[in-house]
């Protein structure tokens, strides 16, 4: 079945090679005419001419009005059908020419008609394959007159005449398909080269975006990093000269502290809204779909934001819902927090509603605001990393640009809709779509209370950068743990062997960062520890490559992951959900 386009790209070829055809439909007649003028009076050679040269002239001002003025894309049926009808009747003419120089009898005359029929039906097949009906009908107008002739005279020479139509019609519509599929077979290949340049050329401008986008993100990373990290360092050397006069004051150790505290926590803030990006990209976020109250969901962002809105002196209300949606409950949060948390930074005065609409079989939660608002040409890339349209100074007070973002990564790993609506003053909607649920029959039960903190476990730690295997060591050491620590696996081991001399040194757990020396991975020294070992140990990995790629490949090593810079109570928590897990199995 031909698609449209190649419909119109057959149209397209039936008209432009037609001009052959038109061209010997002038030239010939009046040769052919001389030749026929002792059996055709002169009236009936001139009605002849002028009406094969009516129907030429006719076919040549359809064929200019065609590319003139068919609109493309369009099949062009009409303008088929309008061509092909002439091309009938131009053949018909031939064909009645055919039966009288046959009927006439002289031998030269019916030998001169042979020939000339047999070239316009051959010439016919170039000019007419791209339409079927065009040709066939063309050549049973111009042989059928002499078929029937034939085999209504008596003799052999009149049956040999039959057998070499049915031969010639035989043969020239054998070659008229092929050349049509030939042509079809031609403007699939072309569609198909025409769709891969295309293809290609949206390929490189998505390359070429992803490259400029990719440049301005590292821009403005560098430069979001750079501060905190340029503020540390400023705040370090006033310790430091504080320390060479002499003994510190309490309160001003205290204040720098506390500065650098806020410092660290800007500086951990920025690396772990990467990292999510980076997760989400990675599609290594692992997905947890139930059924949600949205009455629950509502009432705790409503208790949440309640202090902001206070704060901020803005109006906040919540239309609840008793409505269930099907989704990841804590992803979901997450995304709706962002939205939130973006509609109260950029609302001055109003207020921030948070609603729902039933549309269909989904449900859209609406985030309205009377904030700033955003221009339409901004719309698309307010969810691009690190764009704040209204803080071209970068103050971190007001964000670092990457909620947004998140929300959209989010939005896509869930498969929720996404939908903006906004004008500048006017305030902003944000909306996302989420699938219907039924309520459970039964509420979720609730966990159980987490187990005692573990401690005294022995715990293999590989890290090649010694000032962080000397940290990792005191901290866990200081929590009561057994710590055989390495450069590399075969180190970590070697520590161990010498503790096995002393006594029983079992391992608990094997703590590891993922880059490693000598082109070697955290999931590399995992498997040589577990060999070594030979029994399936837990397995924590540390890793701050916010690389897509380098995520899957750690989280394929099937180790939980942990991510620098790393929280000291995250990394307990940790190491205690590894133990209850290690239990439980």
Known sequence: MLSRLQQRELVDLLFRQSYAVLFANLVIPLPVLYIFRGVLS???????????????????????????????????????????????????????????????????????????????????????????????????????????????????????????????????????????????????????????????KEQRDRAQAADRAKT????????????????????????????????????????????????????????????????????????????????????????????????????????SSRLWVDSDPVLLKRLLDNLLSNAFRYTHSGGVLLGCRRRGRSVEIQVLDTGIGIHPSQQEIVFDEFVQLHNAERDRKRGLGLGLAIVRHTARLLGHGLRLESQPGRGSLFAVRVPLAQAPSQAPRQGRAPDELCSGLGIMVVEDEQDVLDALTNLLEVWGHRVYPGASALLACQRH?????????????????????????????????????????????????????????????????????LDTELLREAINASQRRSESA
């Open 216 to 319: 301005r993100f590292l821009a403005a990373a560098s430069h979001d990093l750079r501060q905190p990290i340029h503020a540390l360092g400023l705040f370090v050397g006033a310790l430091a000269s504080l320390a060479e006069r002499g003994p510190v004051n309490a309160t001003q150790a205290r204040d720098i502290a506390t500065r650098l505290r806020a410092m660290l926590g800007n500086l951990g803030d920025l690396l772990n809204g990467l990292l999510d990006i980076s997760r989400l990209d990675a599609g290594v976020v692992p997905l947890a779909r139930e059924p949600i109250a949205l009455q629950r969901l509502f009432a705790d962002l409503q208790l949440e934001l309640a202090g902001t809105a206070a704060e901020r002196n803005l109006s906040w209300r919540v239309c």
């Open 42 to 200: 002169p009236t009936e050679m001139l009605v002849w001419l002028a009406v094969i040269y009516v129907l030429t002239l006719g076919r040549i001002v359809l064929a200019r009005a065609y590319f003139r003025q068919a609109p493309a894309g369009t099949p062009g049926k009409g303008w088929l059908w309008s061509a092909t009808v002439l091309s009938w009747a131009s053949s018909l003419l031939w064909g009645w020419l055919g039966w009288i120089g046959f009927a006439h009898g002289d031998s030269q005359l019916l030998a001169f008609t042979c020939i000339v029929l047999t070239g316009l039906v051959c010439g016919a097949v170039p000019s007419l394959s791209a339409s079927p009906p065009a040709y066939i009908g063309s050549l049973a107008a111009m042989l059928l007159p002499l078929l029937v002739l034939c085999l209504t005279r008596s003799g052999e020479e009149f049956t040999t005449y039959s057998f070499f139509i049915l031969c010639l019609a035989a043969a020239n519509l054998y070659y008229s398909r092929v050349s049509y599929r030939n042509l079809c077979e031609t403007i699939r290949l072309r569609q198909e080269n025409s769709e891969l340049v295309q293809d290609l």
């Open 497 to 565: 062997i010498e503790a096995s001399h002393s006594g029983s040194a079992p391992i608990d757990l094997i703590l590891s960062d993922y880059r490693l020396g000598s082109g070697q991975t955290g999931a590399d020294a995992i498997r040589r520890i577990r060999s070594y070992l030979s029994r399936q140990v837990p397995a924590l990995i540390i890793t701050g490559d916010t690389s897509p790629e380098r995520i899957r490949e750690a989280a394929a090593s099937g180790a939980h992951l942990l991510y620098k810079p």
